[in-house]
């Protein structure tokens, strides 16, 4: 695998994510890309290529937790050198990001990755995951859709999205009932995340690509809205 490619990076990226449990489409935009998931015995389980149809929200890409992901991209004639590259899921920086000199001019790559093997723990859910690579000699930017199968119960951020989801209902409570504007606005971020993650994790994304950001924020307004109830029904006279 040459880890100098610019697009190279991204897709690796893209596969340590886990994105790989759904990149059934994506869309690329100066270079190319082919992408093949397989299940655990190594049967072909999904494929996709990008420019092209596919790696919608309706028609993610497919990964299984305990399989693997081929890929393969070309940034065709550009030679992109002293080069930086980042990948975000959901619109949010992440820390698969880097350069590279690209001394060699190298403008394709290839690789497999072991989804399992690049992450902390198991989960399952839909994922928009976009991405881009800059430098001298051109550019390459992309996005799409990928799904992780399996049931998201029982997983730890299926606990944790329960737990920070149950927290923050019981810190709005409290704010509204003894009126404490901090409990209520922290409650209402605190729920905001819970609900997104367990959306995210359970393949429901109702607003699209902004469901994890706009779910955080209506726990935010929902917190302040909770915050003023109780400092009203505190001020009221016994």
């Given at each position: ?106 403008t394709s790559g290839d690789g497999t990755i072991n989804v399992k093997d ?47 989801a149950l927290l923050g209902v019981l810190m709005l409570a409290l704010g ?28 429901s994304v109702p607003l699209g690509a902004a469901t994890p950001l706009a ?24």
């Amino acid at each position: 695998m040459r880890r100098a490619l610019p697009i190279a990076a991204i897709l690796a990226a893209i596969a340590i994510l886990v994105l790989a449990p759904s990149v059934g489409a994506f869309t690329l935009n100066g270079c190319t890309m082919v992408v093949q998931s397989s299940g655990p015995d190594g049967s072909a389980l999904d494929a996709a290529s990008g420019p092209g149809a596919g790696g919608t929200e309706a028609d993610p890409l497919i990964v299984d937790w305990n399989g693997t992901v081929n890929w393969s991209g070309t940034t065709g004639s550009q030679v992109i050198k002293k080069n930086s590259w980042h990948v975000e899921v959901f619109y949010i920086p992440t820390p698969e990001r880097g350069n590279s000199a690209n001394d060699g001019g190298d403008t394709s790559g290839d690789g497999t990755i072991n989804v399992k093997d690049n992450a902390p723990f198991r989960f399952t859910g839909l994922y928009f995951v976009s991405g881009a690579i800059s430098g001298d000699g051109g550019s390459c930017d992309g996005s799409g859709w990928v799904k992780v199968a399996g049931d998201p119960v029982g997983t730890l951020p299926f606990f944790v999205g329960l737990v920070l989801a149950l927290l923050g209902v019981l810190m709005l409570a409290l704010g509204v009932v003894r009126g404490q504007v901090l409990a209520s606005i922290v409650g209402g971020l605190l729920a905001g995340l819970g609900v997104a993650v367990l959306l995210v994790i359970s393949a429901s994304v109702p607003l699209g690509a902004a469901t994890p950001l706009a779910i955080l924020a209506i726990g935010i307004v929902v917190g302040i809205a909770a915050a003023l109830l109780g400092r009203s029904r505190a001020s009221r006279p016994l």
